[in-house]
């Protein structure tokens, strides 16, 4: 069964870049589409964008003017780059798997990313 | 604000059955699109518990179903155990892009 582990800093500054990577254990990145989600504390999730194992991209409308997603298939890992941050930035991100009816069947177990100087 | 709606919260008693809705409209459930519902337990990743609207993975009990119709979907869960206190959040589709709902915390009583 496949795993997936976030990583990156947990502290960003703000107006700088948040980068962080899922990296797969356990299955392969090919054949499937990944996506980004967060949770700002005590809220609700939203999702970010995701990217096919091809490298083709779709992102949420509200962050797409700061936001690069990027995949690695070599090392079996896709990546996430948000530029300018902000507090409103402050969240666990998770990284996830579409599965069955593009369903997010496979979830790493997130991230606290803090924006904060 | 959500694209899909849920009720902030719900409760019940051990061993009865609880039901938590999810609004959409014609761009998303509406169109056809399917829903899905995760479990998240505190402190914890969210976990699928229905894909396509009423289809459990393996390993979900089957005290938790799903439905869907029009413009809305609903979970439901019977014989409500403690372990079930968890927020839920339905998911589908809208416009090439994924959309939750605002979640709903079940407190079982």
């Known amino acids: 069964q496949v795993q997936l582990q976030e990583s990156g800093p947990g502290l960003v500054k703000p107006s700088e870049t948040l980068s962080l990577t899922c990296n797969l254990s356990?299955?392969?990145?090919?054949?499937?589409?990944w996506s980004w989600i967060r949770q700002p504390p005590g809220k609700g999730l939203e999702w970010i964008g995701y990217?096919?194992?091809?490298?083709?991209?779709v992102y949420s409308p509200s962050l797409k003017s700061r936001l690069a997603i990027s995949v690695d298939t070599s090392k079996n890992q896709f990546s996430l780059k948000l530029n300018s941050v902000t507090s409103a930035d402050t969240a666990v991100y998770y990284c996830?798997?579409?599965?069955?009816?593009?369903?997010?069947?496979?979830w790493g177990q997130g991230t606290l990313v803090t924006v904060s100087s | 604000q959500s694209v899909l709606t849920q009720p902030p919260s719900v409760s019940g008693a051990p061993g009865q059955r609880v039901t938590i809705s999810c609004t959409g409209n014609?761009?998303?459930?509406?169109?056809?699109?399917?829903v899905h519902w995760y479990q998240q337990l505190p402190g914890t990743a969210p976990k699928l518990l229905i894909f396509?609207?009423?289809n459990r993975p393996s390993g979900v009990p089957d005290r938790f179903s799903g439905s869907k119709s029009a413009t809305s979907a609903s979970l439901a869960i019977t014989g409500l155990q403690a372990e079930d206190e968890a927020d839920y959040y339905c998911?589908?589709?809208?416009?090439?892009?994924?959309?939750f709902g605002g979640g709903t915390k079940l407190t079982v009583l």
């Open positions: 990217i096919q194992y091809t490298g083709s991209t």
């Open positions: 356990g299955g392969s990145i090919n054949n499937y589409y």
């Open positions: 014609s761009s998303n459930i509406g169109a056809g699109y399917d």
């Open positions: 396509g609207n009423n």
């Open positions: 996830a798997r579409h599965g069955a009816a593009a369903s997010f069947d496979s």
């Open positions: 998911q589908s589709y809208d416009n090439y892009l994924r959309v």
